[in-house]
Each structure stands twice: as structure tokens, then as C-alpha cells.
């Protein structure tokens, strides 16, 4: 059952003036559009405008190449059962190499077969802070090894940052583009 969307985009000649300057801010990033999340975050221009700095951070400039940011940003959409986000993200994180079967094994909410040692570490410590709110010392090693300090704070910025915007489109009921069906299967 569809909701409907609570926060839809506002129209443009409802707009404050406080509003298009995080419209402009949005449209002349790389993002190049306001969809989603951003919709949502419009109704508090102050805190989009900062908070969308810092995911212009973590999603095109953080210690992770995008195969490896596509990979946190679908554990964490699957984690929040987030349609939107792992609509939006699943073609990027193809094209950014990530294979389909670990794509369809996150999904489903299995841990995949045959990922590569950082993507397995990257699953796994974001797997465990989502369940235990904690990383035992094991995983906090392998992580540590493979990714590096800046890369396990990078990785925890982005889980954050993309559940935070999961937490907000969920509230809103964020509508799917063109009214498509969920693609994520729900989970027990």
C-alpha cells in the first residue's frame, strides 16, 4: 500500500527566498536537481543547505571510491527499507562496478556471496553498528586494516548521513518517482 507523499516538492512560486538559495545551492552541485530527500529538507533551508554540503562530501569526495559508497548507501537503505534512496542508488552503484547479485543479496536482506575483502569489510561493519550499535574489536580490525582510519570515519559518515535521509523520507512518505512500485521486497 502506497502512503500518500506527506512533503511533496514545493512549487516553485511557493518558494521563500530562503528556499531558492538551497534550491540554487542543490541545482548548481553535482547533484544538479532537488528530488527526494531534498524535497523534505526544503521545509528547514538552513539545515538542508548544511546537511547537503556534507553528503556532497560523502558521496563524491570521501575516502571511498563510488563502488564502495554505492555499497554503504544501499546497506543503509536496506536497513531503513528506503525505496526512494535504493531507487535512486542501485543503477549508480552498477555503473559504479558493484555486481548485481551482491546488489540482489542486500536486497533480499542476505549477506552476499563473493564480494571482494573491502566490500565484505564494509558489509560487515556496517551490518554490526546497525544490529549491535557497536563494532566489536575483530571487525573494528579488519576495517582498520582495509580501510584506514579516514575510511572507517567516511564509511560511519555516510551510513549516517543516508539514514538520516532514509529517517526523513520515511516520515514524509517520499513518493517514488512516476508512481513506481517498491523495490524492495519487505523483510520479516
Known amino acids: 500500500m502506497t502512503r500518500p507523499d506527506r512533503m ?4 516553485e512560486d511557493k518558494l521563500t527566498a530562503a528556499q531558492k538559495k538551497a534550491v540554487e545551492e542543490i541545482v548548481s552541485g553535482p547533484r544538479g536537481r532537488v528530488v527526494g530527500p531534498f524535497n523534505v529538507l526544503l521545509r528547514s533551508p538552513d539545515f538542508m543547505s548544511r546537511l547537503q ?3 556532497e562530501y560523502l558521496r563524491f569526495n570521501s575516502a571511498h571510491e563510488p563502488r564502495l559508497s554505492e555499497l554503504a548507501i544501499l546497506i543503509t537503505a536496506r536497513h531503513w527499507s528506503q525505496n526512494f534512496e535504493w531507487m535512486h542508488h542501485r543503477p549508480i552503484a552498477e555503473k559504479a562496478g558493484l555486481k548485481s547479485a551482491i546488489i540482489d543479496a542486500i536486497a533480499e536482506g542476505r549477506r552476499p556471496d563473493d564480494m571482494a575483502k573491502d566490500e565484505a569489510v564494509i558489509y560487515d ?3 554490526e553498528l ?4 557497536t563494532v ?3 571487525t573494528y580490525d579488519r576495517a582498520l586494516a582495509q580501510l584506514g582510519e579516514r575510511g572507517i570515519v567516511d ?12 529517517m526523513l523520507m520515511n516520515t514524509a512518505c517520499t513518493a517514488l ?12
Open 136 to 138: 566489536s574489536r575483530a
Open 8 to 11: 511533496p516538492p514545493i512549487p
Open 53 to 55: 554540503r556534507t553528503g
Open 155 to 166: 564509511l560511519v559518515g555516510i551510513a549516517g548521513y543516508y539514514s538520516l535521509l532514509a
Open 177 to 188: 518517482p512516476d508512481g513506481a512500485a517498491p523495490p524492495l521486497p519487505s523483510l520479516p
Open 130 to 133: 546497525n544490529t549491535n550499535r
Open 125 to 127: 561493519l556496517l551490518t
